[in-house]
């Protein structure tokens, strides 16, 4: 299930806060494993298209998505999954810091 949420780094921990109100507290030494991918691919340019008309179906623009997934444990020591996906590429570098300043180690290539 996809949803929005909000992501604040603090000292010890990582926190998700999702749209229908639940929040997902991950400390950074509970993080088992994390990976970055970065993913583009040409996408129709229907924007384009509804301004300028049919031509505009011709030209494409390249979307951009990049994924953090981050395996951890919880407070009762079951494996949890948080994946994370960002459009825009602002948001990438805060998150890279805060895993590589805490768990480099875990960090999967």
Known sequence: MEETCNISFMRRSLSARFTRGTATRINY?????????DS?????????????????????????????????RDNF???QSLIV??????????????LRRNNAEEEIN
């Open 85 to 98: 996906n960002f459009n825009d590429s602002q948001y990438v570098n805060p998150m890279l810091a805060a």
């Open 40 to 72: 583009s691919k040409l996408k129709m340019d229907t924007e384009l298209a509804a301004r300028i008309g049919i031509i505009g179906l011709l030209f494409k623009k390249v979307v951009h998505r990049h994924v953090f997934s981050i395996n951890y």
């Open 77 to 79: 020591g079951d494996k």
């Open 29 to 37: 030494n509970k993080i088992n494993a994390w990976n970055y991918t």
